[in-house]
Nanobody, 125 residues
Framework: QVQVAESGGDMVQAGGSLRLSCTVSGITFDDLAMGWFRQAPGKEREWVSCTNWNGQTKNYPPFVNGRFKISRDNNMNTLFLQMNDLKSEDTAIYYC??????????????????WGLGTQVTVSS
């Protein structure tokens, strides 16, 4: 059974930083393209970042604007999201996602095969 587990969510002040982590078990990590989505209260789930199996392809939507960085350590079966210069509008539950298409970069919820349960990020202004 594939399990995806996020950690690292917290409450921070605007302008601060957080690093989210995501571990995967039950499947070969190298076979997975990975990513992050988020969902704020009353809003639809939105794509935050994605990367292919070896981390060479990384994509972000415009609102990230250089503030976030996705990375992965395949030896540790772990995905990371470094978030800097956080804003109040970044407040959301952040979900780690995976798809068993190594060269893919999941950008739509329909692309995703595996979801974590989410980790709460709260940015106070």
């Amino acid at each position: 059974q594939v399990q995806v587990a996020e950690s690292g969510g917290d409450m921070v002040q605007a302008g601060g930083s957080l690093r989210l982590s995501c571990t995967v078990s039950g499947i070969t990590f190298d076979d997975l393209a990975m990513g992050w989505f988020r969902q704020a209260p009353g809003k639809e789930r939105e794509w935050v970042s994605c990367t292919n199996w070896n981390g060479q392809t990384k994509n972000y939507p415009p609102f990230v604007n250089g503030r976030f960085k996705i990375s992965r350590d395949n030896n540790m079966n772990t995905l990371f999201l470094q978030m800097n210069d956080l804003k109040s509008e970044d407040t959301a539950i952040y979900y780690c996602v995976a798809v068993a298409k190594p060269w893919w970069c999941p950008r739509q919820p329909s692309d995703v095969e595996y979801w974590g349960l989410g980790t709460q990020v709260t940015v106070s202004s």
